[in-house]
């Protein structure tokens, strides 16, 4: 199993920045895809970014240019660079890594991004 950990959220005004972070543990090997969700009051839970084994990263529209996703392999730690926030960019932000043979799907606990006008 993969367990994750997020941390890295708070309240911000808009234009400011942000870093997320996960930090996997358990069977980190068979980690496939590794990336954010967020979640707003009353919506649905809606990706953000994640990346591959390979590197390969993608990205909502509605993030690109302003978010990056990276990841330290060394730490099993992947990353959400988050600039030029945006008040409705305000939702919970969850990791999600998707493992084994993409048999598996694991969440973190969540992180509140808050961002005010």
């Known amino acids: 199993q993969v367990q994750l950990v997020e941390s890295g959220g708070g309240l911000v005004q808009a234009g400011g920045s942000l870093r997320l972070s996960c930090a996997a543990s358990?069977?980190?090997?068979?980690?496939?895809?590794i990336g954010w969700y967020r979640q707003a009051p009353g919506k649905q839970r809606d990706l953000v970014a994640r990346?591959?084994?390979?590197?390969?990263?993608n990205y909502a529209d509605s993030v690109k240019g302003r978010f990056t996703i990276s990841r330290d392999n060394a730490k099993n730690t992947v990353y959400l660079q988050m600039n030029s926030l945006k008040p409705e960019d305000t939702a919970v932000y969850y990791c999600?890594?998707?493992?084994?043979?993409?048999?598996?799907?694991?969440w973190g606990q969540g992180t509140q991004v808050t961002v005010s006008s």
């Open positions: 358990g069977s980190t090997s068979s980690i496939n895809v």
């Open positions: 999600n890594a998707v493992y084994n043979i993409y048999l598996y799907n694991s």
């Open positions: 990346i591959s084994n390979s590197g390969s990263a």
